[in-house]
């Protein structure tokens, strides 16, 4: 079932969006090297509890932090700890809140220093893909547009798109229906609907598409160990088109 969110549930996710961005334009200011991802971390749970939100991740499953920091070819569910950004590095930084019982996502990757010209991008290809997905999203598309949009723009720029993960519907829970391919299936998908909140999150990859996951249970790495990026909006689908929650 996909729910559909009233206008005063909107109402408290575009709040809590708001929030959110707030939190990520604050981590941005830390992107330097020698921080520790740890440094990231603490600084989020700050910032969340000073919002009065909490971290929609900190024990989901076990996690055991409140953000996902993933540098270089680790693709996504990174663990911060005692690592420092280094120069050249890419760092994906992957946050979700939740407050007033609703929850809202968002990831973003940063350079550290100045990657060399293939990280630099890719970083710049998955931020397009990210935009393209916004564009296809509107009441009475497929959601089989965000895919061809994601994977069309990703594959004509000589990169490849994760298929292990994607996105979802987000609302009173932090993963709800529908599932958010951002490759093309057999099957296009559900039709969307005004009120539909989405987050659309392309993961794309400089090497091949495959992803290993690490010991640890949650740090996904390319299996290739080449070079990943990760961008994330929640979306509300709205009769004029989408409305990015997380801008």
């Not at 270089?72 to 420092?84: A, L, Q, S």
């Not at 760092?91 to 809140?97: L, R």
């Not at 990210?130 to 723009?153: D, F, M, N, T, Y």
């Not at 160990?225 to 709205?238: D, N, P, Q």
């Amino acid at each position: 079932m996909i729910s559909r969110k009233t206008r005063e549930e909107l109402k408290v996710m575009v709040g809590l969006g708001s929030v959110l961005a707030r939190v990520m334009d604050e981590l941005e200011t830390m992107i330097a090297p020698g921080v520790l991802t740890q440094d990231l971390d603490a600084r989020a749970l700050r910032l969340m509890q000073l919002a009065g939100v909490r971290s929609a991740f900190k024990g989901y499953r076990g996690y055991p932090a409140n953000i996902c920091v993933s540098l270089n070819e680790e693709v996504v569910h990174g663990i911060p700890g005692r690592r420092p950004l280094r120069p050249g590095d890419i760092a994906s930084i992957d946050v979700g809140i939740e407050g007033h019982g609703y929850f809202v996502d968002m990831a973003k990757t940063f350079a550290v220093g100045t990657p060399d010209d293939g990280r630099l991008r890719l970083l710049e290809v998955t931020r397009g893909c990210l935009e393209r997905a916004v564009a296809a999203v509107g009441p009475g598309k497929k959601l089989s547009c965000i895919a061809e949009a994601v994977q069309g723009h990703a594959e004509a720029n000589g990169f490849s798109v994760v298929r292990d993960f994607v996105g979802h519907g987000i609302g009173k829970a932090l993963h709800e229906e529908p599932q958010i391919p951002n490759f093309l299936t057999q099957e296009p998908g559900p039709v969307l609907g005004e009120g539909m909140v989405l987050a659309v999150e392309p993961m794309i990859n400089a090497g091949a598409p495959e992803v290993v996951v690490l010991s640890d249970g949650w740090t996904a790495v390319t299996k290739d160990g080449r070079a990943s990026a990760h961008f994330e909006h929640t979306i509300a689908v709205t009769a004029h088109g989408a409305r990015v929650l997380t801008r």
